[in-house]
């Protein structure tokens, strides 16, 4: 197995223990706080991951059938938390990331250069695609660790200089 492959599987597989142990130990109030008006809260992040993953799967599917798919917008999809709590978001994203690494387990080496059309982004290939998807998971836990951090960055006075990265009160929020 090629060594970027076996990655993608160890980001893939271990991040929704991460959002597990995040709904399942953190108060709903610090997973519904936005950082700032207009961006997401840890819980839209992992809304909108579970929302994602049927595009990665369809990707894959493209990819194996070889051929062309569309963008994702994930405006057009919804990427807003308001019927499912917490638990029930980090439940579903547990069960379709176990179905997509499944699917991922089936791939080998020769899939890797397999290629596809992208409306945007033009001629892709199944290695970056799947080196997308581990980033995206990352990206979007990240993101979602940021806005978990604001109140706790707002309260702790002059160590805020030491957060000004992650401060979105440095740039004139909160």
């Known amino acids: 197995m090629e060594k970027f492959f076996s990655d993608v599987l160890t980001v893939l597989s271990t991040t929704p223990e991460r959002w597990q142990r995040l709904v399942g130990t953190l108060p709903d109030n610090l997973l519904h706080r936005k950082p700032l008006p207009g961006e997401w809260s840890a819980l839209e992040c992992l809304s909108h991951i579970v929302n994602a993953e049927a595009a990665f799967n369809f990707r894959l599917k493209c990819f194996l059938e070889g051929v062309d ?5 994930p405006e057009e999809r919804g990427s807003k938390a308001v019927s499912w709590s917490a638990q029930e978001l980090a439940d579903a994203y547990s069960r379709v990331r176990q179905e997509s690494l499944k699917h991922l387990e089936t791939l080998s080496e020769k899939d890797f250069d397999r290629s596809a059309l992208h409306p945007k982004m033009g001629p892709v290939t199944l290695r970056q695609m799947l080196n997308e998807w581990a980033a995206h998971d990352l990206m979007h836990t990240v993101q979602a660790e940021r806005a978990l951090m ?20 440095a740039q004139g929020g909160t």
């Open 150 to 169: 604001q109140p706790f960055i707002d309260a702790c006075g002059p160590w805020q200089r030491s957060f000004l990265d992650h401060w979105v009160g």
């Open 69 to 73: 798919f569309t963008a994702f917008t």
